[in-house]
C-alpha cells in the first residue's frame, strides 16, 4: 500500500507500519522529524526528486514523502466487538467510494474513539493513497473488518448483541432520539444514494439529522462527524452519571 503526505506517514511510521521510505532531496523542519522517526525505527530511505515522488503518489499531493507500507491489520467483525472496552462502538460504512470521504470519517471516528469500522470489499474506496492522506494518519489508527456483504455483517452485529442504527435523510425519528449509550453500529450509505434496501431493512433503527435550511442534506462525512459526537455525548453523560 502507498501512503503520502507528512501526517499518513509519520502515523503509518509510529504504528509500525512502513516498509520503505521515499522523501524529496529537500526538506523542512517536519520532514526532517519524520527522518528522525524513520531512523529511529530503522527505516529504509531513498532520496527521489519532486517528479519522481508525484509519480508515485499519482499526482496527489505528497508533501515530499511517499512511503511504502503494510496493509492495515485485518479484523473480523466479532473481533472489533469483542475487543470494546465498553459498550461497542462500531460504524458501519455501506458503499462510502469517495477517498477523501473515507479518510474523513475514519479521521472523525479515531477522535470519537470508535473501536472499529466495518466496510465492504469491493464498491468501496481503497484504504491507502487519498483515503489515507484525508484521514491524516488515522488509517493507520482504526481497526477496519472488511467483508464481502454489509447486510450479513449487520445480522452478525445483531447476534452480537449490538443495536444498528442506520442515518437515512427521509427517516422519521431524529438521531438524537437514540440511546447511543447501548452497544451500537451506526451505518452510514453511499454518497448520494445513501443506504441500500437490503442494509436498510436489516438496521434495528433508522434515524435522520433533521435540516433547516435550503439544502436537504449533508456529506456523508459531515453527517458521520454529527451522529458520532452525539454518540460520545451521551455516553460521557451516562459515566459522568455512573461516576
Known sequence: MIVYGINPVLEALRAGRVKELRVS????????????????RHVPVKRLSQDALARQAHGGVHQGVVADVDDVEEFSVEELVRGAKAAPFIVVLDGIEDPHNLGAILRTC???????????TRRAAALGGAAAKASAGAVSHVKIAEVVNIARAIEELKTLNVWTVGLAG?????YDAIDFTAPTAIV????????RRLVRERC???????????????NVSVAAGVTLFE???????????QG
Open 25 to 40: 532531496e529537500r526538506g523542512g523542519d517536519r520532514l526532517r522529524e519524520l527522518l528522525a522517526t524513520a531512523h529511529e
Open 110 to 120: 479515531d477522535a470519537a474513539g470508535v473501536d472499529g469500522v466495518v466496510m465492504q
Open 170 to 174: 427521509e427517516a422519521t425519528q431524529s
Open 188 to 195: 452510514l450509505g453511499a454518497e448520494g444514494a445513501g443506504l
Open 204 to 218: 434495528d433503527f433508522v434515524a435522520a439529522i433533521p435540516m433547516f435550511g435550503h439544502v436537504d442534506s449533508l
Open 231 to 241: 454518540a460520545v455525548r451521551q455516553r460521557r453523560l451516562r459515566a459522568g452519571q
